[in-house]
Structures are given as C-alpha cells and as structure tokens.
C-alpha cells in the first residue's frame, strides 16, 4: 500500500471516530408534559446531565393535551419512555399491584432517598413497590384578592361561618356580578368534600380500600354543601362559568377576576403566580387561612404530589435511568436550573437550595409552610388514589354538574353518588 494511501485511510479512521463513539453514546428517553418555561429549563438540565454523564437524552415533551392517551399506548405496547412524567393517580391506572412501574427500591443505590419525607416516599408505594417519586407537593388553597375585599367591606374569613357570610355581603354591596370566591366545578366538589371530611371524619373514598366511605348521609351534607356555596353567593355558578367561555377556563383569564369582581380562589398552590399575574396594579393577593369545624381530627385539605417521576418496567438500563431522576429531583446545579418549574422541590437539599438563592416569592413560600403544617401535624390525610382516577372523576363530575344544572334532587345525587360510586371503584381497582 502506497504512503498516500495509508495516509488517507488513517485521516478517514480519525475522522470516524467521533462519530462512532458519538453513536454508541448510551440513549434515553425522558417524557414530560408542560409549557414553555418547564420545557427550556428542563432541556437546559438535561443537557448538563449528559455532560457530565456521556449520554444522550432523547426529550418527548408536550402539553397537557393528548399526553395521558400518548403514554397509555406506549405503556400498553410496552414502548414508553425510560423517565416519565406522571400524574400520582396514574399509579392506580397503570401500576395497580406495583408491578407497573420498576421498584425504585432496587436502585436505591442511585437514588439519594433520604433526601425525602417518609410521607413523601409513600405517596410512591403501591403494595410496597416504590413506583415514583415526588418533584412537589401542591394542595388547596385560599386566595383573595385583598383590596377587593376593601372595597366590599368584608374581611378575609377564617371560619366557615364567616366564609359562607361573604357570599350576601358582596351581593349586598358590590350587586349581583361580583362574587367572593371562583373555581372550576372540580374546585368546589373538592372545597365542599373538606367541610364534610372535617364534619363527618371521612373523605368520599376510602384511602385503604376500593369503596366510598362516605356515609348516605355525609354525601347528602356533601351534595348540600356544594348547593349551599352557590345559593349563598359565595362561588360562582358552574352555569356562569360555562356562558363566560367555558366552565374550565382558568379564573387568571376571567376578566371579573381581573377587574376584582371575583376576589378569590379556591386552586392549587402551585398556581398562585398565575392568578397573581393578571391582578390589577394595586390590588393584592393574600393567603387564607384554612377554615376548620372545632373539634375536627381532619383539617380536609386534599393535597398529593405536584407532579412524579417514575422509570418504566421496559427500561433497559435502570440504573442510568435511576441517576438521571435522581439528578434531576436532588442536584444543585439541576434545583438552580429547573427552579419552581414543577413547584417548589421536595427533596429537602433542592429546596435548600432555592432558598439559598433567594427570590422565591413570599406567597408561595407562605402556602407551602401552611400546607406542611397540616402534614407535619398529621392532619393531612393521604387521599385514596381512585379517587382521581380518570373514569371516577369524569362519573364525580357528571353527578355534580347535574346538581349545578337544577337537573336532579339532593337525594338522587347522594344516592348515585354512594351506589354509583361503589360500583365503580370496584370495576377500575
């Protein structure tokens, strides 16, 4: 072979080189659903991870829509992504025995647990299988817009009483438009289901066993309740929400709230910066207080994870998998980057950090400790996963719409409500 000859072939080998060793690069798939800031700053992680780690990620993400029905194919066709996204009901969905997802118990080698609560991990467990983790943990809250409550003469509640008295007094004074409180229909079923756990001592479903444990007459009070917040004038009917360009647009993008004719809200934690977003200049946002029954062992708040990452039982490398959700829920460098993109962090060292950097908004920071209160104290009861099982909340809400609608009796709805209810939880278990 001449000089020339080898010379070229040697330049062509070095210049392969990269490319293969760029291919045989280990590949894994990370799926998440969100908007635009979680997807920029969860790329931006990922591209750290694979620095550091000599892999390539292959990022699926999307909105909201269509990614529940994207991954029940894949998972069904045994082709989901190694990392997911998922909501904490979706265990119930697609991990009924645990067998679902891996054991992260098994990597427990990669995964920095003690950086969790014990009631963090167990929002994980299915049978004793540890399928996800937490990111967040987000729960209801009260928000109100203070100075609306100024200019209707009505101060904040903190009982029930004073909640359900707010309703008459903006009526009163503000007429028939303005209204104390807004929420979407799924709001007020969860808001009314507090006043009755607190009452009763029971949620509507069991947290240990496929059955409603609401008695007929805890789901009448339930059914009432809901009624009452209405005919009050405390929230705003599901019928005015449906002719103002649908029932589930958010509250920041009603102009009444806007304008501070709707002065709260009933939501999550984890929105508070979204309906602070559209307030008008001056009008101030304020944390509630959690109105509590005297002598209630509940306080009723519903609360779970913001959002979990689990690995799929197809994964082919989990331990790679494993340090890449650990890297993402318990890294500094990763905390700093991805911020309060999925709520503020779980693990105790990724929070520390945020702190440490400051800028995190006092609102939020507020509701995060009244909510830990509640858990800390044990008055946050874990919620029966079902109970947010996609078919049982479609049949929840199709009962409570009817209520809203005038279309059925108290009886009826309570009655469907315990029946129904049953029959179902023991079809999708």
């Known amino acids: 072979m001449s000089i020339n000859r080898r010379v070229v072939l040697a330049g062509v080998s070095a210049?392969?080189?990269?490319?293969?060793?760029?291919?045989e690069r280990p590949v894994l798939r990370f799926a998440w659903w969100g908007?635009?800031?979680?997807?920029?700053?969860?790329?931006?992680?990922?591209?750290?991870?694979?620095q550091r780690h000599g892999v390539k990620v292959k990022a699926e993400y999307m909105g909201f829509a269509g990614y529940l029905e994207r991954l029940t194919t894949q998972i069904a066709g045994r082709s989901e992504?190694?990392?997911?996204?998922i909501n904490w009901a979706w265990m119930a969905m697609f991990s009924k025995r645990g067998n679902g997802f891996i054991d992260l118990n098994?990597?427990?080698?990669?995964?920095?647990?003690?950086?969790f609560t014990e009631d963090d991990l167990a929002y994980g467990r299915v049978q004793g299988k540890l399928n996800a983790l937490p990111t967040s943990f987000s729960a209801r809250v009260f928000l109100w817009n203070q100075t609306a409550f100024g200019r209707a003469g009505v101060k904040l509640p903190e009982t029930w009483d004073e909640l359900f008295a707010t309703g008459p007094a903006f009526k009163a004074r503000l007429g028939d438009s303005a209204y104390?409180?807004?929420?979407?229909?799924?709001?007020?079923?969860l808001l009314s289901q507090s006043y009755v756990q607190q009452k009763h001592g029971?949620?509507?479903?069991?947290?240990?066993k496929p059955r409603v444990a609401m008695s007929p007459a805890a789901a009448l009070d339930w059914v009432q309740t809901y009624k009452r917040l209405i005919s009050s004038h405390v929230a705003t009917p599901l019928p005015l929400r449906a002719s103002l360009g649908g029932a589930e647009k958010p509250t920041e993008q009603q102009p009444d709230w806007v304008a501070g004719r709707w002065a709260g809200?009933?939501?999550?934690?984890?929105?508070?910066g979204l309906r602070s977003s559209t307030l008008q200049p001056g009008d101030r946002l304020a944390l509630g207080a959690f109105p509590t029954l005297p002598g209630s062992k509940e306080s009723g708040l519903f609360g779970r994870p913001t959002v979990?990452?689990?690995?799929?039982?197809?994964?082919?490398?989990?331990?790679?998998a494993a340090r890449l959700m650990n890297f993402l829920l318990t890294d500094p460098e990763a905390a700093r980057i991805l911020g309060r993109t999925r709520g503020l962090p779980s693990a105790k060292g990724a929070l520390a950090v945020l702190q440490a950097q400051g800028g995190l908004p006092p609102l939020e920071l507020a509701a995060h400790d009244q909510i830990q209160a509640q858990r800390d104290a044990g008055r946050l009861i874990r919620p029966a996963p079902l109970f947010e099982h996609a078919r049982f909340q479609k049949f929840m809400r199709e009962v409570f719409e009817t209520v809203a609608y005038n279309k059925t009796t108290d009886a009826d709805a309570a009655r469907r409500l315990v029946e129904e209810g049953n029959a179902l939880l023991l079809r999708i278990q």
């Open 15 to 23: 210049l392969a080189a990269p490319f293969v060793h760029a291919q």
């Open 35 to 50: 908007g635009a800031s979680r997807h920029q700053a969860t790329l931006a992680a990922l591209k750290v991870f694979e």
């Open 81 to 85: 992504p190694d990392v997911m996204q």
């Open 106 to 115: 098994t990597l427990s080698k990669e995964l920095a647990l003690d950086q």
């Open 180 to 189: 104390p409180l807004d929420g979407e229909l799924y709001d007020m079923i």
């Open 202 to 208: 029971t949620p509507f479903v069991d947290p240990a």
């Open 265 to 272: 809200n009933y939501t999550w934690d984890s929105v508070i």
């Open 308 to 320: 979990m990452y689990t690995i799929g039982r197809n994964c082919k490398q989990p331990e790679l």
